[in-house]
C-alpha cells in the first residue's frame, strides 16, 4: 500500500475531488482525517471509507477561520499522533460573469477559501511537519491559474496564487524535507460545474469539452490518482510543481 500507515488531512474531503482523494488515499492504506463544512457529506465520505475497510474520521470546520483550522489539526493529532499530508482542497468560486459584477463579499470568500485557507493550514502542520522530519503538502490549484478565461477573473486570479505559494513555499520548506506541490484539474462535473459555465446546459458543456483535446472534463478518480502518487513516497524528489490534469487543455 502506497500510503500505509500515513495520515491525511483532506479539506473539502465531503464532496467532489476532495471525496475522490479521500476514498482513493484510504484504499492505499491512508488513515484520512475528512474535512467539510457540509456534516452530512463528510459524515458519508467517512462511513464509505470506514465500509470498505478504511480508517477515517470526520472534523468540522470552515478553513478561512484559524481556531477551526487549529482545531482540524489538533483532531487529527489526538487521534492518530502525526500529520503526514496536508490537503488544501476546498474551494469556492462566483459563477461566470463580467468582472465588475462580482461583489466584494463573493471576492473576499473566494480569497479567503483558496487562498488564506492556505496560510492558516500552514501555521498549524508546518511546524508540526518540521518536528517530525518531513511532510507533503498539497494545494488544489486549477488550469484556471496557468490558463484563464473571461468571466472568472477573481477565481483565476485566487488559483494563479495558490500555484504560486506553492512553489514559493516548496523552496522555503525544501530544507525541513516538506514538499509542496499543487494539482491543476480542469474542469469537471462536480458541485461548481454551474458557476464555472454560467449556467450547465448540454450545449455549454459541449463547449467546454470541446477545448479540452482528450475529449471529456475531468474526474475525482483522476485528480485522486495524480494526487496519491504526489503525495507518496515514489515523488520523494518532486516539490514546487503544479502538475496539470487537464486532458491537454493548458497545451
Known sequence: ???????????GAG???????????????CKVVVNDINIDGGKRVVDIIKAAGGVAIFQKGDVTKDAQVKSLVGAAMK????????????????????????????????????????FLAARHVVPIMKKQGGGVILNTASTAGLRPRPGLTW?????????????????????????????????????????????????????????IPMGRMSTPRDIANTALFLCSDEAEFLTGIAVEVDGGRCI
Open 15 to 29: 464532496s467532489g475531488f476532495g471525496e475522490g482523494m479521500a476514498r482513493r488515499f484510504a484504499e492505499e492504506g
Open 155 to 211: 477565481y483565476n486570479g485566487s488559483k494563479g496564487a495558490a500555484i504560486t505559494i506553492t512553489k514559493s513555499m516548496a523552496v522555503e520548506l525544501a530544507p525541513d524535507r516538506i514538499r509542496v506541490v499543487a494539482i491543476n484539474p480542469v474542469i469537471s462535473p462536480t458541485g461548481m460545474l454551474s458557476q464555472f459555465m454560467g449556467k450547465d446546459t448540454p450545449e455549454l458543456r459541449a463547449k467546454f469539452v470541446a477545448t
Open 1 to 11: 500500500m502506497r500510503l500505509k500507515n500515513k495520515v491525511a488531512i483532506i479539506t
Open 79 to 118: 487521534k492518530f499522533g502525526r500529520v503526514d499530508i496536508m490537503v488544501n482542497n476546498a474551494g469556492y468560486t462566483h459563477r461566470n460573469q463580467p468582472m465588475t459584477s462580482v461583489t466584494e463579499k463573493e471576492f473576499d470568500r473566494i480569497f479567503d477559501v483558496n487562498v488564506k485557507a492556505i
